[in-house]
């Protein structure tokens, strides 16, 4: 059905119904829940070229989608981007994405922008410092931030876990159970919640008067296969780690493997905490060691991004600009005391 002839169906002119259905102030209420109504019964979908030239809006959400071989296929990304998903369907939005390399990400978001397409942007991979922050300054059109750059000024909106709290929390629970002697899995390098975990984590050892060895410390993509290697070259080191820290559950179920090839107990031998994002096939529950985690979910956190640009380009201000996140600490069998 198009809308010469759900107009027709309902008496009414074809400017009254798109107006009805766009949000317009004028059209009374009565009418326009007649118009929604019909709509819904007929299954009638407005077009979007025509809706976009009518409202000057495109009801959709911009996205540069890093294109790099140490990203592609990441479950965690596809999880975040399932939950914004879930929001945009319950608005009638839609995802515009652009692809590109990661040092053309500035000029691919310069051109989505300039397509008119999009009627608001959301930024994934932070890196620090990031040109796209201040790109997004020079432009009108809402954008949002999926973590946040380093240092203390942070002048744009967001939304970011607390991942520097997050593993300072894990490390001080493993120096409690008398641990010493720490590896790191952690994410990409280049990327700012990489860089907090890691800071999180040096905090807490500092304090203890203790460090990071280089040599235990992997900064890669977050992978199962990555943190097989990773780990089975962390037990080789004279002196192997008794608790380690990953970044992601999925780096976690790498480093059990070559902790169970090792012929090591988790939990006796060596203690791991990983961070879990809540990937919905990979629950750290479920292992046969369940883990100890800092926990907070990737999908919850696409949906709020969703939630916050919908609203505003509804012209909602009540919903905050930025938001810190803090990841729960769930303790579990994988965490023990040193070993002797």
């Known amino acids: 059905m198009n809308l010469k002839q759900l107009s027709d169906r309902l008496g009414l002119s074809q400017t009254t119904v798109s107006r009805a259905l766009n949000g317009y102030p004028e059209v009374s209420e009565a009418t ?25 809006k495109a009801k959709s959400i911009g996205l540069v989608m890093q294109s790099a071989p140490d990203l592609g296929g990441d479950p965690h990304f596809s999880e975040f981007l399932s939950g914004l998903a ?4 319950k608005h009638d939005f839609h995802f515009v994405m652009a692809p590109a390399s990661p040092d053309d990400e500035v000029n691919a978001l310069k051109r989505l922008i300039a397509s008119g397409y999009v009627d608001a942007v959301f930024l994934a991979h932070v890196v620090d410092p990031d040109p796209r922050v201040d790109l997004m300054r020079s432009c009108s059109i809402p954008y949002l931030l999926h973590g ?9 909106p967001y939304l970011d876990i607390d991942n520097e709290g997050a593993f300072y929390t894990a490390t001080k629970l493993l120096l409690q159970l008398g641990h010493k002697r720490f590896a790191l899995l952690n994410g990409i390098e280049r990327f700012t919640f990489a860089m907090r975990r890691k800071t999180g984590a040096e905090k807490a050892l500092a304090e203890a008067g203790l460090k990071l060895a280089p040599e235990l410390v992997q900064h890669s993509v977050m992978s199962d296969q990555v943190g097989f290697r990773a780990m089975e070259r962390f037990l080789a080191h004279p002196e192997r780690p008794t608790a380690v820290l990953c970044a992601s559950t999925a780096l976690a179920l790498g480093a059990v493997r070559a902790i169970n090839k090792a012929g090591l107990k988790l939990g006796r031998d060596i203690s791991l905490i990983a961070h879990d994002d809540v990937l919905s096939m990979l629950r750290p529950e479920s292992f046969s060691v369940p883990l100890t985690t800092t926990r907070s979910s990737l999908r919850a956190a696409g949906a709020r991004i969703g939630q916050r640009l919908i609203a505003r380009l ?8 930025q938001e810190l996140w803090e990841a729960e600490l769930i303790v579990r069998a994988s965490t023990g005391p040193a070993p002797a």
């Open 86 to 89: 879930e929001e945009a369907v």
């Open 32 to 56: 326009r829940e007649r118009v929604l109504k019909a709509a819904q019964q007929t299954g009638y979908k407005p077009n979007k070229a025509a809706q976009r030239l009518a409202t000057g």
């Open 314 to 321: 509804d012209g909602n201000a009540d919903l905050p600009e």
């Open 148 to 156: 946040r750059t380093m240092g203390d000024v942070h002048d744009y």
